[in-house]
């Protein structure tokens, strides 16, 4: 049975450890340079390459995603699914409860002065409002913390912690987020899915038996 937080962060050291490092250089940047600054820096850096790839990456991030992951993984083992789609449910309510309470414009209302300045995909719809945080980042990192944490081979977490990054990356690069959206959503997706996991897992129910099958092996 799972110990607690102590448990949780040495499954999911492989990905926490450099997350820990990454959020300290996010704060030193975020500190150097302004809003306007950073968000400039990434999006005024783009190609065709870009541009094709990153709305899939952004995909991966969307709540749908999560879902029939989590559907996949009921015909396998309970547990895994009901510990992500859990996860993705209160991280992603605390998302947008954040994001209604701040109620903070998106770049395409913040810069309507300059939008001749942004660079846009073509063919993307651009939101405009509820900005703060970023939802997919929270379910990006959410879904990597919850999947390093329940991999037989932890060190998976390093390409899940990257591939969460790049979701982070591609709603700066899309236009959709401002860098603060994107760090403070990274931190709403790993510390509260860190104290979920710390809580629910610990539970007698979930440790049963019958958690550990699938609606492929019932019996």
């Known amino acids: 049975m799972n110990a607690g937080a102590k448990d949780v962060l040495y499954k999911i050291r492989y990905l926490f450890i450099p997350y820990i490092i990454l959020l300290c250089v996010c704060l030193i940047i975020k500190l150097l340079f302004t809003r306007t600054e950073i968000f400039f820096a990434v999006n005024g850096v783009h190609s065709d390459f870009a541009d094709a790839i990153e709305p899939y990456i952004t995909h991966i991030g969307d709540g749908v995603t999560i879902i029939a992951l989590s559907i996949i993984l009921a015909f396998f083992n309970y547990r895994a699914s009901f510990l992500l789609l859990t996860s993705y449910t209160l991280t992603a309510l605390t998302a947008q409860v954040l994001k209604y309470f701040f109620d903070m414009p998106r770049p395409r209302i913040y810069f309507e002065d300059q939008l001749q300045k942004i660079h ?3 063919g993307l719809y651009i939101l405009a409002v509820h900005s703060f945080p970023s939802g997919h980042t929270v379910t990006a990192f959410s879904a990597g913390v919850v999947i390093t944490y329940l991999a037989k081979n932890k060190s998976w977490g390093l390409l899940l912690f990257f591939v969460a990054v790049m979701v982070g ?51």
Not at 188 to 199: A, D, E, R
């Open 169 to 219: 990356y591609s709603r700066m690069y899309l236009a959709q987020h401002f860098f603060e959206d994107v760090t403070v959503g990274s931190a709403v997706g790993v510390f509260i899915t860190l104290v979920w996991l710390s809580f629910v897992d610990r539970k007698k129910f979930i440790n049963s038996p019958y958690w550990d099958k699938g609606l492929f092996n019932r019996s």
């Open 120 to 122: 846009f995909v073509k």
